[in-house]
């Protein structure tokens, strides 16, 4: 029996990838059926798992050289297999709705397919058995999120916003195929099992796998193109922060986490490196205007959140925190999405106001999200977030990291409850417009989809991935409500930011405000003075010195340095009088018959 439902397991899995691979082809109205049967599909093997734990490996193709074997292989693991539910549901709910946001593009059935290889790109990711495969899924979504992210090419900031996440996707794309060029040199294989039987990896294919999930999941450091990403349509932004692109990093070092385990180094790097990134990002979040970035840094901020879960020996916490916070964050920009368009394309929050009442479902729904993203109890979030916090507070590693995760946790409930209450409470601050409506359903149902997933899928992926007994434990109830507190506290200190917009308080920007607005300046110094001074220095060597050097010192100027003198030290003897000029003529005269004499004795 259990070998039947080994077959059966594997065979849908691999069945699954057909309709998958068919829906970029098919018409626009067979796209979105095609992705339900998908994600139905999806279901069996998952259902399979969390019955029976049935894992496989399935290899289709072999190639045999001279001193490397290569093979086509599928991994059917608890990864793959609780993460391909979650990302054909959400991508099917992201095009239903779609069809309504992007119905006066005129290439929309192109976009859509754009959309699904960009998923296709992402299953390859997953699902890969060896390196090369998974090379392949990691540059498919790289171009996928250049060709979508630059959909709007004719506005200069599309082009410059899908420039700037090639470029510092490159950059991370460097330490991953310098670590799969050292892995083959060194283990000769590519294959992830064979890699992992290899637990003592030195630190120099480990960082080059780190550097490579910092670019692709915006870490510290390779941040800024994840909020200038954002100049993409909104169904991109949806689907590139919940299940595609930037969980991709991520993805990666759960995926080789046999062999980051083995070094304290690689851990300690991506503890440190997901504390400073989390809390950054929710810094930046909290004075932010434009609602998609808002949401944007809250994804950077969980991503971080991420890398610190590895950082902490913890793969399947961070793979936990994948899941849930697809559902929400999808829903998160789906909903601005609907208040944007609703609103004749405004982003700024300060100028939305009162869709509580036009726009309820939204409304609701974004309020929903806010609050599973705060970590509220019994949401999708709570159950990874909160455990997440819980295992950093029982964890002797790093105070510094306890620290600033549990600022970034105040600083995320801070900026969910300003994004609630500045778009939809209060008085409307916009101008009238008549799309203020949710009469189409491909509007209204994809949100309440993904809030549906927000509120239970939490529940459910927690007792498939969690111990059904979990130990007892031993946390004083101060540090079990340490996360908790932590949220109130955030939503408490929002209610100056109420008082000062109901009041009609004049703000006065601090140092630290504008700093944050501004990113820190991590963009104006990466993107603007250092390559002025790049310039400036290139300018002076190349012209300044070459001209003073070349062109006047051992030119012109040499020539002009040598006259003057000569012709200084031989009219030095020139004074003007009669009895100088005869003397020097008499013994000129005398030397000139002297030379000749001699010449012709």
Known sequence: MAALLHTAMTTTMLTLLAPTLYAPLATQSNIARTMKLATAMSLVPALIFLNLGTQSITTNLYWHAPTFTLQMSFIFDTYATMFLPVALLITSTILEFTDWYMSSDPHQARFAKYLLLFLIAMTTLTTANNMLQLLVGWEGVGIMSFLLIGWWHARMSANASALQAIMYNRIGDIGLIMATAWLATNYNTWEMQLLFSHPNTPMLPLLGLILAATGKSAQFGLHPWLPAAMEGPTPVSALLHSSTMVVAGIFLLIRFHPLLAASATALTTCLCLGAMTTTFAALCALTQNDIKKIVAFSTSSQLGLMMLTIGMNQPELAFLHITTHAFFKAMLFLCSGSIIHSLNNEQDIRKMGGTQKTLPITSSCLTLGSLALAGTPFLAGFYSKDTIIETLCASPLNAWALLTTAIATGLTAAYSARLIFYTHLGAPRHLPT????????????????????????????????????????????????????????????????????????????????????????????????????????????????????????????????????????????????????????????????????????
């Open 434 to 601: 008549s799309h203020l409506n949710e009469n189409s359903p491909m509007q209204t149902r994809p949100i309440l989809t993904l809030a549906i997933g927000s509120v239970v899928f939490g529940l459910l992926i927690t007792t498939a991935l969690l111990p059904m007994s979990p130990p007892t434990t031993t946390m004083t109830p101060q540090i079990k409500l340490l996360a908790l507190t932590t949220t109130l506290l955030g939503l408490l200190c929002t209610t100056d930011l109420v008082h000062q917009t109901t009041a009609l308080e004049t703000k006065k920007h601090s140092t630290t405000h504008t700093t944050t607005t501004q990113l820190m300046f991590f963009t104006t110094t990466a993107h603007r003075q250092i390559p002025k001074m790049k310039l400036q220095i290139g300018h002076t060597l190349a012209l300044h010195l070459n001209d003073l050097l070349w062109y006047q010192a051992t030119g012109p100027m040499m020539l002009k340095t040598t006259n003057s003198l000569i012709a200084s030290k031989t009219s030095s003897r020139l004074t003007g009088t009669i009895k100088t000029h005869l003397t020097l003529f008499a013994i000129f005269t005398a030397t000139c018959l002297m030379w000749a004499k001699l010449r012709h004795p």
